[in-house]
């Protein structure tokens, strides 16, 4: 499934962050977003996975295709890293949570509570959810948050494998993952402030 977004226009609290942007994201390949905090790459985000709508421009290929993972890591506390697994498996329709596990080395950790996980194996545990939901695309906020060194390569490994599948990834990340992936520096689309009226300019 190729996603695909046109002349897009976004924005947050009201006021437009982003304009004009569009890019093309095909099967097998990643596109890495890149800007200054604040920039707008999680609005962006948020509206290619359809949490949010854009102000105009079009967004095509998204919908039921997309697996999110945003800075949360949607997870519940009160059940075992299996419950967890097998919670988003059942909502998916996907199989075996197995995979997924050894993926993100959780098999030690599957009758622990959600809860009483550090902060990085909350993470890999989050970013395990994506490998059970069976969608081709994904969408992914700064994933590498809380991983050491080990769970980063965890990830890129998970993601070259999703990748080599057909499926793809959009991802907003300042840490570099090995990936063969196209960059697109979100910087050159920053919204135009809007302009002021005559009566507000007298103000100023």
């Known amino acids: 499934m190729t996603l695909t977004v046109t002349d ?17 994201l095909n099967p097998g390949r990643a596109l890495v977003l890149r800007g200054p905090n604040g920039i707008g790459k999680t609005t962006l985000l948020r509206c290619v996975a359809g949490l949010q709508p854009p102000v105009s421009g079009r967004i095509e290929g998204a919908g039921d295709t997309i697996a999110y993972a945003g800075h949360s890591d949607g997870i519940k506390p009160t059940l075992t890293v299996a419950e967890n697994l097998t919670f988003w498996a059942r909502v998916f329709g996907a199989g075996s949570i197995g995979p997924a596990l050894d993926a993100y080395e959780l098999n030690d950790l599957t009758d622990r509570h959600a809860g009483n996980l550090s902060a990085g194996q909350k993470r890999r545990l989050g970013l395990a959810r994506l490998l059970v939901t069976g969608r081709p695309i994904w969408v992914l906020d700064e994933p590498t948050v809380s991983l050491d060194r080990s769970a980063v390569e965890m990830f890129a490994g998970a993601v070259r494998a999703h990748l080599a599948q057909g499926g793809s990834a959009l991802i907003a990340t300042h840490i570099e993952l090995g990936l063969e992936a196209e960059l697109l520096e979100v910087g050159p689309y920053k919204a135009r402030p809007a302009p002021l009226d005559d009566f507000d300019g007298g103000f100023l």
């Open 8 to 24: 897009l226009v976004i924005a947050r609290g009201g006021v437009p962050v982003l304009e004009g942007l569009s890019f093309t």
